[in-house]
């Protein structure tokens, strides 16, 4: 018998059928350990679990696979024992992440916060506006989430810049973002959190963007230095809109709240109805794959 674990009731719900000689069983990594966690070869944290990991695995002595349900694995990766292949739900949620890096940029630049501010006023208040036509907007994280959002400002006339770690054919390297920098209209922030990418985005970085520029965080908080981004949106001189932030979550009267020229949204990107469906349709196939001994996809630790 082939023993799979999965966080909750939901989830088990959304797996589904599962092949023969599997058995699934419910444990969310706290409390009271359910039969046969021991026997446990196939296991689904809760989603971005960084809590007691270490302890986790050691309550799964003969664990295989681990899958997340998400696509970040800063948290998890150094807890994973050696001989554990770790899998992420890569393309499960960039589709909808990337829908809200156009819905951030395009609320910006039709300044839709003023017509709401406006609208909740009764005031009746015209402003000249702007678009993505034409403007230049540099993707930094060429992962599936910086293509997604590429393909889509495409649709808009925008000229999306993937840049990333190490340049390759149509994607320049971090390299080269002091000469990319002060030609970005938009920058769009799409990298995994490492110890490269964290403070990536400092005073330096954004005293390099033009005025006017805006940036779009969907990565990690970490990645950008609040105090240096809410010194630049203090003056006015450049825009953000941030899904992800350092601290998260933002506790009341925080400075950002009430920073001018910023949009926030609460790491909603991925918050979509779907998400849980498509997440798990991942993992159903996952664990058939293992099952049948075929290769595993989107491995980042270990090889099946």
Known sequence: MIIACVPDSNARELLGAVPDGVEVIVWDGEGDKPEHLAETVFWVPQVEDSTNLTEKFAAMPKLEVTQLTSAG????IEHVPDGVTLCTA???????????????????LRRLPHFSEAQ???TWSPMEADDLRYKRVLIIGAGDLGEQTARRLQSFDATPVLVAHTARDGIHATSELPTLLPGADVVVLTVPLTEDTTGLVDAEFLAALPDGALLV???????????????????GRLRAALDVMEP???????PLWTAPNLIITPHAAGSITQA???AFALVNEQLRRYVAGDELTNVVKGAY
């Open 248 to 254: 998260e979550p933002l506790p009341a009267g925080h």
């Open 73 to 76: 694995v800063e948290d998890i």
């Open 120 to 122: 909740r006023e009764g």
């Open 276 to 278: 849980g469906p498509r």
């Open 90 to 108: 890569r393309g499960v949620h960039g589709s909808a992440v990337a829908e809200l890096v156009l819905t951030l940029i395009l609320a910006t």
């Open 217 to 235: 965080n969907v990565a990690r908080g970490r990645v950008v230095d609040t105090d240096a981004l809410l010194a630049e949106l203090t003056t």
